[in-house]
């Protein structure tokens, strides 16, 4: 029987949802933070080790500022509640994404960075909350600093790009879901999602369950994984 290891999920769906219900965006993203934390705990209940979630694009700073700026805020509340709340679990709490880009507010920065301080020793499990990430810009990453570590061309493998990633202790993904019915990976994890399998479910983020996941990972024990062979 499969087993999901690593767990990514693209959550989408939030500001949708929060329209159909005539209500502002950031009351959408603040919706989806509470199925955030009820999904990932169970998550890690049930035995997957890394939880993945996609919740800021590098793409997304072209958002109404009102929204992006809703977005910041929120993002300060809920990593000094949650981080505490998965800190008791044993859970520690990682950020993949670029940390240099100036447009990231210095308060935030500096919370993001207090968060993964406190959690780092923590061995029960692993969410990374990919903020102001993108799956190429990752990459371009590592390129620049195997250039900058002069490396030749014949030195150079899968494994070489693999070590300079975003917490490149994170392993391969091994399932990636996505919400809102969208059937497409939106620059999340290229590398790592080279052979997760995929499930796109239609229900907006808001409104995904754990009965949802449980579906999910019940689906993926079934697949048959052979990973080209």
């Not at 990514?8 to 950031?26: F, H, K």
């Not at 919400?179 to 995929?198: D, K």
């Not at 907006?204 to 689906?219: C, I, R």
Request: positive net charge.
């Amino acid at each position: 029987m499969n087993k999901v290891k690593h767990l990514g999920i693209i959550v989408d769906g939030n500001r949708r949802w929060a329209r159909q219900r005539g209500l502002s965006p950031i009351m959408g993203h603040r919706r989806g933070v509470k199925i955030v934390r009820e999904v990932a705990l169970a998550a890690f209940s049930k035995g997957v080790k890394y939880v993945t979630l996609y919740v800021f694009s590098t793409e997304n700073w072209a958002r109404q500022r009102e929204e992006v700026n809703g977005l910041m805020s929120l993002l300060l509340e809920v990593s000094i509640k949650e981080a505490d709340r998965f800190a008791k679990q044993g859970i520690r709490i990682v950020f993949p994404g670029n940390k240099n880009d100036k447009r990231i507010p210095q308060k935030v920065a500096d919370k993001l960075a207090k968060v993964e301080n406190k959690t780092i020793a923590n061995e029960k499990g692993v969410l990374g909350i990919c903020f102001n990430y993108g799956g190429q810009d990752e990459i371009v990453e590592a390129v620049k600093q195997i250039i900058k570590n002069g490396l030749k061309a014949d030195e150079i493998d899968e494994q070489t790009i693999t070590d300079r990633l975003y917490y490149p202790e994170i392993p391969p993904l091994d399932l990636i879901i996505r919400t809102s019915g969208e059937q497409r990976l939106s620059n999340f994890m290229l590398w790592r999602a080279a052979y997760s399998e995929l499930l796109f479910v239609d229900k907006l983020w808001p409104d995904f369950s754990v009965k949802d996941l449980d579906k999910a990972l019940q689906d993926f024990a079934k697949r048959g994984r052979r990973f080209g062979s």
